[in-house]
């Protein structure tokens, strides 16, 4: 079936350790993107890919890195995990330049 | 700053009767404006659009009015039915002017329940 993989559903962390949130989609989508959700805030962007090869920052990449290897995949890495980072990640993938975008399950994250 | 906000976090209708979701805006470079609806536990699923040269899109019981003059869009469901209960999101879309990906800029939600 296609779609978006997100990789772990849920994880509780250390803080100051190493973690990265895989996405994986099979839908051939060049653009893909990360957003964290946070209760009141709604989604916000961290990173975004237009397409392989090339990442760019969103609204709140401090603390993230991602890279893009190739169309399926878009892993995000915290290098250093602090408690604010707390929340529930969701990789999305849209046709280069267009919408909707679609996105996967999420990801929970707790860091302790 | 929030540049799109949702005002009511919460709306309580009957089945059978009207859902009226708002949502407004403040950035003028928004082109293109989105719902999304979400279940707990899954991610937002896209329910309905409208661009900007636009100011009504219908799709079977649900409908999106947009006034650009007001910065405000609303989302109606008639008739409003126990499954609608949900969070629903809206989201408005600029381009990111380092190339052609867009980002989207959520509101805050409004949790809708459906009565029985």
């Known amino acids: 079936i296609a779609g978006i993989t997100q990789a772990p559903t849920s994880q509780i962390l250390a803080a100051g350790r190493r973690m990265t949130l895989r996405c994986t989609q099979d839908?051939?989508?060049?653009?893909m993107y990360w957003y964290r959700q946070d209760l009141g805030l709604g989604l916000r962007l961290i990173h975004y890919?237009?397409?392989?090869?090339?990442?760019g920052k969103g609204e709140v990449p401090d603390g993230y890195s991602v890279s893009r290897a190739n169309t399926d995949d878009f892993p995000l890495t915290l290098a250093s995990a602090v408690p604010s980072q707390t929340s529930v990640y969701f990789c999305?993938?849209?046709?280069?330049?267009?919408?909707?975008?679609?996105f996967g399950d999420g990801t929970r994250l707790s860091i302790l | 700053d929030q540049q799109v906000k949702q005002n009511s976090p919460s709306l309580s209708v009957q089945e059978g009767r009207i859902s009226i979701l708002n949502c407004d805006y403040t950035?003028?470079?928004?082109?293109?404006f989105l719902w999304y609806k979400k279940y707990p536990a899954e991610g937002p699923t896209f329910l309905i659009s409208i661009s900007s040269i636009k100011d009504k899109n219908e799709d079977g019981r649900f409908t999106v009015f947009l006034n650009k003059s007001a910065k405000h869009l609303s989302l109606h469901i008639v008739p409003s039915q126990p499954g609608d209960s949900a969070v629903y999101f809206c989201a408005a879309s600029a381009l990111i002017s380092s190339g052609s990906a867009r980002q989207l800029t959520f509101g805050s939600g409004t949790q809708l329940t459906v009565l029985p």
């Open positions: 950035n003028s470079m928004f082109d293109y």
């Open positions: 890919s237009n397409t392989a090869g090339t990442t």
């Open positions: 999305a993938t849209a046709v280069a330049g267009g919408q909707p975008q679609h």
């Open positions: 839908m051939r989508h060049n653009a």
